[in-house]
């Protein structure tokens, strides 16, 4: 129902920034929680942050807080996720996804997400 394409990936060096934003499409951006989740090879996805539909609630995981922020403008129905002070172990895949399931709670494994983007690589030097 909603089509999600993930871009702002690339390669940095370990201390520097990057953006990471998702555009949505087929749908009212509104409507739906949003989360980030990332991925390396021989892992399971592990989720890294979630925003509600209103964009008043947030949540991170550990190895993120402090570090990243997630945000979304619905009216450009795009969500983002600020990194700062990356590290070489936050190299990976990162996806967004969306979540319709009500009320807001912090979802953080990956059957609570319906739809999902297509993924795009950080890749922190040291």
């Known amino acids: 129902q909603v089509q999600l394409v993930e871009s702002g990936g690339g390669l940095v060096q370990a201390g520097d920034s990057l953006r990471l934003s998702c555009a949505a499409s087929?749908?009212?951006?509104?409507?739906?929680?949003m989360g980030w989740f990332r991925q390396t090879p021989g892992k399971e996805r592990e989720f890294v942050a979630v925003?509600?539909?209103?964009?008043?609630?947030?949540y991170y995981s550990d190895s993120v807080k402090g570090r990243f922020t997630i945000s979304r403008d619905n009216a450009k129905n795009t969500v983002y996720l600020q990194m700062n002070s990356l590290k070489p172990e936050d190299t990976a895949i990162y996806y967004c996804?969306?979540?319709?399931?009500?009320?807001?709670?912090?979802?953080?494994?990956?059957?609570?997400?319906?739809?999902w983007g297509q993924g795009t690589q950080v890749t922190v030097s040291s």
């Open positions: 996804a969306a979540d319709r399931t009500t009320p807001w709670r912090a979802s953080t494994t990956l059957h609570e997400y319906d739809y």
């Open positions: 925003i509600s539909r209103s964009g008043d609630n947030r």
């Open positions: 087929g749908s009212i951006l509104s409507n739906y929680a």
